[in-house]
């Protein structure tokens, strides 16, 4: 049942919050074992805030929109009184006094938070492997990743844990996930949503996002979520779009662009059977009336080795304050530096000593230029780029994820293979635009091709349009 | 600069650049609510953003940029466009081990600061940023190497603060003490800051070296930290010019150091080289938008900034006929806006300025411009002596009123020229040796004869005789 007609049968009284959750609880204690998406599952708080839709109900009020729906939240989101870990040893003990803006968000629309889930430490990662609390697995087959970083949340609502879920994305950690556990996942405008409360792992780039199991799901989430926030001063002022009351308007006179770029023709390494969903893809688009041709967004090619220069960088910064003296992880030592030395050496995991190795080294003095510098630069280009593209094309089209799942452990041991399959995903978050993966059939493998849809900045609504077009068009998915 | 400072070390030319950190008399911090309010309770004045929590975000307080444009028009500088950075160092008692400073474009650039006797110095910038925590370290001599444990106190952390860079157009501790007073009066005339030193609310970095007199070139510098008041400034800069002249006369070179100011020993101890110093890999910080003021409201703010110390100085100059120097203390203690309704009332301006700067120096009390403008004209009219004026001043401070009633009440009335003149010979009469003396003497010995006679005038007229018509008296008997 979707998000939407759960939210109206607890509004309308027909079904119970508390039912709901139970539900949704008993899916939990079937395949969580399995599948691991959770760090924590707060059934008892649930239970609690079930109980409250329910009496708010019966008392002839209007929970919100999002009456009764179970939702799961990444556990780098802060909850006041329920640890926020980011799947990180650092954050030992640590309980947020505050909630994040989204928490909030969530709780006001009457949406009843089930869990924090599992995540690649610090969100960095493509496969929640970094994760200091053990891998989360493909609820479609369990040899495989989810994906990642937001590899929990994406895992959640593929499983049926939840029909809706909060991920974050700063190079593709809610696109490439949903990918590869066949749900829809979006990445929306920087901006649109607040990241007051969400663990900052590079903050030009990050961006609190929906998974939803449908199109008309995720646009009702971000509804929820979208909006400005004076606590965030990235945020946008203006009043966020209706999405829900475009989603059947089709593509109709749309130009629709496939970025050549990322869609097998120049970056090596798209797999065959993704190539051929996306052609799939387009030819559903054309169906319905849009128009659509291959174009070139030339500098898209230099998107990763940018962002793996500015990320870290971001993040060498914000992951600074992890030192053992105000909260989380202590291992103590002679002198307050020593402490820190062995508090961070304790605390990180491998992936995550590494980036902040890499970013401390590209902001040097002496290397700046050669490295911060010049990647800001190549952003710039990618900002013109798509600048160009989108005065040609209503929205771009590429793969989501150059391949379907990965198993387990096959990409651990080399992250540039890792780092890889951000490929496509990367280009939206260094031009700050919003795009989304919807599922589209499934690979050789039978596991789950996702097609990306982008748009520009605060092109949500066109981006839906389109993105409800290749569901209604989707050839079956693989089934959980 | 004037060649007129006076040298430390003879032959050898002192040459100091002041960096002035003043705390920005806002309500609430520099990127949250909580309260910029000294002293308290440790970690009382705190909240999520202002310890650093993971997931806090910035919030840039208007009133802060407000309080800093003053802060530059007052100093003559360009208000511009600006970034805020991070400057990235690991330290226990700055909550993000980064600070939020500005690097490359700071919000004031080039201005001037003008001391007392005109001089210009240059300011190089006034940025923007936040403070940090204080440590106390326990034990040990309160040194953190030697500490037995260190607490940390954050009330005081993202705290704005000004940063205010003066050019190395100071030479010695005269003008280095003019300048910080000069600063001092301007930061509270504006009500930018409270600028008390002794709270830390303004705080002096110094940077000195020393040069051959008549040479250009300028020496290697050191910057002497934890200064903590005039005293010490005049005290730190003595002791590292001769520092720096000894090393340099014993035919060492001087190395640039940060060195620390310790009072009690009257020494500056090394901190670290260039070398050593840190590499703060400043990047522009991504949670906050560039400050860019309109025009508009740079205006608003020039419109609304009250006279400044170096306006009402050339102002009362202009009034009262005089040099600008011989109007500091007037201007100082905030009494030209006296000075200048008494002077506008036809009184003359240098007794104004004369009962203001030696008789007014505990406050005014019931004074008014007109009691005061009458008082003089009775000073001036010869109706009284300036002892009875002083003493009928002391009189309108206490208890206001009308001066020549006062006068009156007291038994101040004009002597007759008459008596005045028999009581001048009589007193010549019974001190005929002093009277040969004051005859037959050099000028030094009449002008010390002269002082005796009147001062024996004065003890038979009980004060009541008028000074210069005394000694009037004497000149015309001891010529004939």
Known sequence: MSARHLAEAVRSGARSARSVLDEHLDAISAREPEIHAFNVVLTEEARAAADEIDRRVAAGEDPGPLAGVPVAVKDNMCTRGIPTTCSSRILEGWIPPYDATVVERLAAAGAVMVGKTNLDEFAMGSSTENSAFGVTRNPLDTTKVPGGSSGGSAAAVAAGFVPLSLGSDTGGSIRQPAALCGVVGVKPTYGAVSRYGLVAFASSLDQIGPFARTVSDAALLLEVISGHDPLDSTSIPEAPADLTSVLDRGVEGMRIGIIEELSGDVLEGIAG???????????????????????????????????????PAEASSNLARYDGVRFGLRVDAATSGEMHTATRTAGFGDEVKRRIMLGTYALSAGYYDAYYGKSQKVRTLIVDDFARAYGRYDLLLSPTSPTTAFSLGEKTADPMTMYLTDVCTIPSNLAGHPSMSVPFGVGDDGMPVGVQVLAPAMGEPAMFRAAAVLEAAAPPGAAA | MSGTAPEIVPGWETVIGLEVHAELA???????????????????????VSLGL??????????AVELAIRVGLALNCTVQRSVFARKNYFYPDMPKDFQISQFDLPINGEGWLELADGRRIGIERAHLEEDTGKSTHVGGGGRIHEAGYSLVDYNRAGVPLIEIVGRPDLRGTEDARAYVSELRSILVAIGASDGKMEEGSMRVDCNVSVRPVGQVELGTRCEVKNINSLRSLGRAIEYESRRQVD??????????QTRHWNEDEGRTHKLRSKEEAFDYRYFPEPDLMPVEPSEEWIAEIRAALPLLPRERRHRLAEAAGVETSATSLTVDRGLDDLAMATIHLGADAGRVLVHLENNLADGVGLLTAESFAALIALETGGDLTATQAKTVLASLVAEGGDPAAIASAKGFEAMDSGELEAIVDRIIAEHP???????????????????????????ATRGQADGRAVNELLARRSAV
């Open chain 1, 273 to 311: 059977d993704v190539r051929a969903r996306l052609g799939e893809a387009a030819a559903a688009l054309e169906a319905a009336g849009a128009t659509v041709e291959t174009t070139s967004v030339p500098s898209t090619v230099y998107g990763l080795s940018a962002y793996y220069v500015i990320a």
């Open chain 2, 26 to 48: 806002t309500v609430t911090k520099m990127f949250s609510g909580a309260p910029n309010r000294f002293g308290g309770e440790p970690n009382t004045n705190i909240d999520p």
């Open chain 2, 54 to 63: 993971p997931g806090t975000l910035p919030v840039l307080n208007v009133r």
């Open chain 2, 247 to 256: 090393l340099l006369t014993a035919g060492e070179r001087i190395e640039q």
């Open chain 2, 433 to 459: 040796d002093d009277w040969a003396a004051l005859i037959a003497g050099d000028d030094k010995e009449r002008k010390k004869k002269s002082g005796f006679f009147v001062g024996e005038v004065m003890k």
